[in-house]
């Protein structure tokens, strides 16, 4: 399966012309229409993309969300979400797409995921909005699309308040057609599945019976996050809004209580139980255990 890493590598491969700054881009679909291929299999980015369809046939399948409306439709793409698309040339419509850098380069963007949820993997659902709204939507991508295309100096801050206008307008879409309290209700129920996914994986992943890949990473939030096919960002948000500690907290301390155990109740060797809670070596072993209890494997197990 493709993974995009760049809006550049993305752009190349479905056809159009690179985007103008390396972690934002805004255009219209009709722009695309001469070059864009109409079908791609599945492959991955590590953008947000929010689009408005507002004419044309075919659908884009992103994640689980496999049905796509008819109509005049928002629909989102997240990072790390698995994508696929058979459209028509003839699609109108308007669409965003930045990366993880261009949020941490505003304050703007600090709480994203809990302001906005919708923008969450497992709640990333296309929607249709009626005609009537259509216009006060396109009325901001429009805004956005002639700032980009400025020679204004802080056009990039200006498209960031603009995009926060476009956010809270879904929001407020979004919320019409559902009630409130449900909807935040699921996403609580999606964010508690993910964190079980998440603690899951962990314990897989120091099990004596798995063998890993000699290129993962178990240590990193990161390695869980590529599996869970979301960003570490919103792995990390989800996991703190629940816990109140980092994803990284959640591997240390799992590691943690291994280490403790093996070492009260077992004869395994520090350096061969280093290895296995996949150190790169007992020094490392050794002073990750100290950082935490104040003292040494060898102490540790002599104390208990």
Known sequence: ?????????????????????????????????????????????????????????????????????????????????????????????????????????????????????????????????????????????????????????????????????????IKRLLNNQADEKSLNEQIHKADLKLLSRFQELIKMGFCCETQLESNAKPHSPSYYADTLSIHPNHLNAVVKSITGHSALHQIHSYILKLAKAELAQTNISAKELAYKLHFSSPVKFSAFFKKYTGVSPLAYRKNN
């Open 1 to 169: 399966m493709q993974h995009f890493k760049t809006i550049t590598d993305y752009s190349k491969a479905i056809g159009i012309t690179p985007p103008q700054h390396p972690h934002f881009d805004v255009r219209r679909f009709e722009e695309n229409s001469d070059r864009i291929k109409t079908q791609m299999p599945p492959f991955r980015h590590e953008f947000y993309f929010i689009a408005v369809r507002t004419h044309g046939e075919g659908k884009v399948k992103s994640g689980h969300n496999l049905q796509f409306p008819e109509g005049v439709t928002i629909y989102f793409n997240t990072p790390f979400q698995i994508q696929s698309w058979d459209i028509n040339i003839e699609w109108s419509g308007y669409y965003i797409i930045f990366s993880q850098d261009f949020l941490s380069s505003s304050h703007y963007f600090d709480r994203i995921l809990d302001d906005f949820p919708f923008l969450k993997i497992d709640e990333s659902q296309p929607f249709t909005i009626e005609p009537k709204d259509l216009p006060e939507v396109v009325n901001i991508y429009d805004k956005i699309k002639d700032e980009f295309r400025s020679e204004n100096a802080d056009k990039i801050n200006l498209i960031g308040v603009y995009i926060l206008e476009l956010l809270h307008k």
